[in-house]
C-alpha cells in the first residue's frame, strides 16, 4: 500500500513533524519528510489513542526501548486507519503506561472531589483556579476534542466552519505554528487551524486547539499582527485560561462529569464551550497573555508590536467587525504595556516574508 501523510510527536517534546508513513510486513514504517526513516513500529505494540477528531485515527507505541517517551501518529487517512486496524490489535494501552494513566485518573477524581468540598467555602472561580492545573494533559486534550464539534456549529451557524487547507498556505502556516511551538515549552501539542469565517476573530480552546479565523487573516495589516494574535491565544492555552473558563462555567455538573470521565456528557460540554466563546478572560488573564506573546515572538521570530498595531486599528475600526477585541479588550492600558515593553527592543524581521503572507492570507481557497 502507498505511504500516506500524518503528523508524528516523539513523545519528548511538543513539536509536530510531518511525516508519511506505510505499512511494511514487520510494522507501521515511518518517515521524515526528506524521506530518511525515523522508525518501524511492530503492529503488536501499536495501540489507539482515544479522543482523536477525524476520520482516521491517533495511535502511539507500547514500548520504546530505552526510554520513558510515549511517541504518537496522528493518521487523519481512513482507508490506511483501516488497514492499519486490520493488522494492529489496536487496544487501548496496557502496562507501566496505562498504570500511569489509572494513578492521574484516580489523582484527578480525588482532586475534583476535594474541589467539590473548598467550593462551598471558596465559590467556583477560585476553585477553578487551583484545579486547572491538577488536569491530566491527556484528559484536557480529550475535552478539547471534543468541544471542536460544537464550537464550530456554533459558529458555522446553519452548517460547521469549515477547515482551510490550501496548500501553499497550509505549509506557511505550519512552519509559524512549529517554530511557535518550540520555543513555547507548551504542556500539549498545538492543532492551530484557519477557519472559513468572515469575523475578525481568533480563540483557543483547552488541549491546544487555537482557531483563526479568515476574517482576521483578511483585516490584518501585515504578518506580524496576525502572528501577535497567535501568539496571544498559544499565551492562553499554555496558562490554561480557557479551561479555567470551561471549568467555572460547567459549575458543578461539569466538575461531576469530569469525576466519572464524561468530557463529552451533552448539555455540560454544550454550556462550556459556548459560554467559553461569550464569556471574556480577566484582566490579569489578558495581561498575562500579552506578555507571554511578547517573549514567544522574541524568542520565534516577528515583531510583538503587531500586537499593538492590532489594538491600535480595532480602536479606530467599527468595534463590531472586531469580535476577537470583544471577548479580549483593546484597552489602551494593554496597548501601552506592549509598547513599553518593547521600548528598548531592537527592530525585528517580519514573522513572515511578504510571499508567505500572501500564501497564508490565501489559504481559504481550498477548504474541507
Request: hydrophobic share 50%; glycine share 10%; aromatic share 8%.
Amino acid at each position: 500500500m502507498p505511504s500516506v501523510a500524518a503528523t508524528y510527536y516523539d513523545g519528548v517534546t511538543a513539536k509536530r513533524n510531518a511525516v508519511q508513513v506505510s505499512l511494511h510486513p514487520e510494522g507501521l514504517a515511518i518517515f521524515a519528510a526528506s524521506g530518511q526513516p525515523i522508525a518501524i513500529w511492530p503492529y503488536q505494540e501499536i495501540r489507539r489513542i482515544e479522543g482523536f477528531a477525524g476520520a482516521g485515527l491517533a495511535v502511539t507505541l507500547l514500548k520504546v526501548p530505552g526510554s520513558s517517551a510515549e511517541p504518537q501518529l496522528e493518521i487523519p487517512d481512513p482507508v490506511f486507519a483501516s488497514d492499519l486496524a486490520a493488522r494492529a490489535p489496536l487496544t487501548l494501552t496496557k502496562g507501566a503506561s496505562a498504570r500511569r494513566e489509572r494513578r492521574a485518573v484516580v489523582f484527578w477524581a480525588l482532586a475534583a472531589i476535594v474541589s467539590l468540598i473548598g467550593l462551598a467555602f471558596y465559590g467556583l472561580p477560585a476553585i477553578a483556579g487551583r484545579l486547572a492545573p491538577l488536569v491530566p494533559a491527556a484528559a484536557e486534550i480529550r475535552l478539547g476534542a471534543a468541544m471542536d464539534p460544537e464550537i464550530r456549529r456554533t459558529f458555522g451557524r446553519s452548517s460547521p466552519l469549515r477547515t482551510c487547507v490550501a496548500p501553499e498556505g497550509q505549509r506557511v502556516l505550519n512552519e509559524l505554528v512549529g517554530r511557535f511551538e518550540q520555543a513555547a515549552g507548551l504542556h500539549v501539542p498545538l492543532k492551530v487551524v484557519v477557519v472559513d469565517g468572515p469575523l475578525v476573530n481568533a480563540f483557543a480552546l483547552p488541549g491546544g486547539y487555537v482557531y483563526l479565523f479568515n476574517g482576521l487573516l483578511q483585516k490584518a495589516r501585515g504578518p506580524d499582527e496576525a502572528a501577535g494574535v497567535l501568539a496571544h491565544e498559544i499565551g492562553h492555552v499554555k496558562l490554561r485560561h480557557g479551561l479555567r473558563s470551561v471549568i467555572q462555567a460547567g459549575g458543578l455538573g461539569f466538575l461531576l462529569g469530569t469525576v466519572f470521565g464524561d468530557f463529552a456528557g451533552g448539555t455540560a460540554i454544550i454550556l462550556a464551550s459556548r459560554s467559553l466563546i461569550q464569556s471574556a478572560f480577566s484582566r490579569d488573564s489578558e495581561r498575562q497573555a500579552d506578555a507571554f506573546a511578547i517573549d514567544l515572538m522574541l524568542k520565534a521570530g516577528g515583531d510583538p508590536m503587531g500586537l499593538a498595531r492590532f489594538f491600535t486599528d480595532a480602536a479606530v475600526a467599527d468595534p463590531g467587525g472586531f469580535a476577537w477585541i470583544s471577548s479580549h479588550p483593546a484597552n489602551a492600558e494593554r496597548e501601552q504595556a506592549i509598547r513599553n515593553a518593547l521600548k528598548d527592543a531592537a527592530a525585528r524581521r517580519p514573522a513572515l516574508t511578504p510571499e508567505q503572507w500572501t500564501a497564508l492570507r490565501a489559504i481559504c481557497q481550498k477548504t474541507e
